[in-house]
C-alpha cells in the first residue's frame, strides 16, 4: 500500500516560548500564513504557554497524553523556537521528552528568533535533540536576528522577500521528506 500523493501533509507547528512578554506567536503568526499560503498542509498548532507541560513523562497526565497524540498524528513538524543562553527554552525540552515514539521517523523544520544569531544556536542544540529521537531535521531554517527590531508593526518582517523565500525553501523540503518517509512508513514500520 502506498501513500496517496494528493493528500494534505498533516503539518504541527510548536511554539516552543512560554516566557511572559514573549515574541514567539508573532513569529509563528507570520509562519503559519506561509504555511497556508504553501497550501500543501493541513495545519496543527500547539501553543506551550497554552498547555500545562509535565515535568514528567507521566502516561496518565492528561496534557501529556494530548500532546503525545498530537505528534502522533503529524507527518512533519515545525518548531518555533526562541534562544535562550544559546539553547532552546526548558519548556520545549520537556514537551519533546514527554514523547518519543511519536517523533520517530518524522522530519523536522526550525523557525528560529533571537539576537545577533538569530536563534540558530538553539537550533543546532535541537538538532542533537531530535538526531537521538530518530527525526530527520530539515537543513534550511528561516531564522530571524534582532527579532524584535526585524517585524513591522503589523507583525510582518521587515525583509519580506527573503523571509518568504526561505520559508518557501524550508516548506517544499519539509514536504519532500514529509511524503518520502510516509511512503517508508506505509510499506514498513520504522525499525526500533
Known amino acids: 500500500m502506498t501513500q496517496p500523493q494528493g493528500r494534505q501533509i498533516h503539518l504541527c507547528v510548536v511554539i516552543g516560548s512560554t516566557r511572559e512578554g514573549r515574541f514567539g506567536p508573532t513569529v509563528a503568526r507570520w509562519f503559519v500564513e506561509q504555511v497556508e499560503h504553501a497550501g500543501a498542509?493541513?495545519?496543527?498548532?500547539?501553543?506551550?504557554a497554552q498547555i500545562e507541560v509535565p515535568m514528567e513523562p507521566l502516561t496518565s497526565h492528561e496534557h501529556a497524553v494530548d500532546l503525545r497524540a498530537r505528534i502522533a498524528a503529524a507527518d512533519a513538524l515545525v518548531i518555533v523556537t526562541p534562544e535562550y543562553n544559546h539553547s532552546f527554552p526548558g519548556t520545549l525540552k520537556n514537551a519533546i521528552d514527554l514523547a518519543r515514539e511519536e517523533w520517530f521517523a518524522k522530519p523536522v523544520a526550525f523557525v528560529?528568533?533571537?539576537?545577533?544569531?538569530?536563534?540558530?544556536?538553539?537550533?543546532?542544540h535541537l538538532r542533537l535533540v531530535f538526531a537521538e529521537l530518530h527525526?530527520?531535521?530539515?537543513?534550511?531554517?528561516?531564522?530571524?536576528?534582532?527579532?524584535?527590531?526585524?517585524?513591522?508593526?503589523?507583525?510582518?518582517?521587515?525583509?519580506?522577500?527573503?523571509?518568504?523565500?526561505?520559508?518557501?525553501?524550508?516548506?517544499?523540503?519539509?514536504?519532500?521528506?514529509?511524503?518520502?518517509?510516509?511512503?517508508?512508513?506505509?510499506?514498513?514500520?520504522y525499525p526500533v
Not at 498542509?41 to 500547539?46: C, E, G, K, M, Q
Not at 528560529?112 to 543546532?124: F, I, P, Q
Not at 523540503?173 to 517508508?184: I, K, M, N, V
Open 41 to 48: 498542509f493541513d495545519l496543527a498548532i500547539i501553543d506551550l
Open 135 to 189: 527525526a530527520i531535521t530539515i537543513r534550511d531554517t528561516v531564522s530571524f536576528h534582532n527579532a524584535h527590531s526585524s517585524f513591522d508593526a503589523d507583525g510582518q518582517p521587515l525583509d519580506k522577500h527573503g523571509s518568504q523565500e526561505a520559508a518557501t525553501k524550508m516548506l517544499r523540503q519539509l514536504s519532500w521528506w514529509a511524503r518520502a518517509h510516509l511512503a517508508a512508513r506505509t510499506a514498513s514500520p
Open 112 to 124: 528560529s528568533y533571537g539576537g545577533m544569531a538569530g536563534g540558530l544556536r538553539a537550533v543546532e
